[in-house]
């Protein structure tokens, strides 16, 4: 649910940013609830990850704080 999922991210963003001289970057993981491996290759998992550094570098340009999804 993406929406849920930026609403929670963009109230830890506003929470992290009352705190002071805090710097941090989030980035992303993922977990499979019934134990299944849902990458069926590594290439699969590098473009997820290659994804969400980019959606990283995105935000750091744009002065940080805030929630980027790629």
Avoid at 16 to 38: E, F, K, N, Q, R
Avoid at 46 to 66: C, F, H, P, S, W
């Amino acid at each position: 649910r993406r929406g849920g999922a930026e609403s929670l991210a963009t109230d830890l963003c506003h929470a992290i940013a009352g705190l002071p001289d805090l710097t941090a970057s989030i980035g992303t993981s993922s977990t499979s609830l019934d134990g299944v491996d849902h990458f069926e290759s590594a290439s699969a998992l590098e473009e997820l990850i290659a994804t969400a550094d980019a959606a990283m570098y995105v935000a750091k340009r744009r002065g940080g704080n805030q929630v980027q999804f790629g």
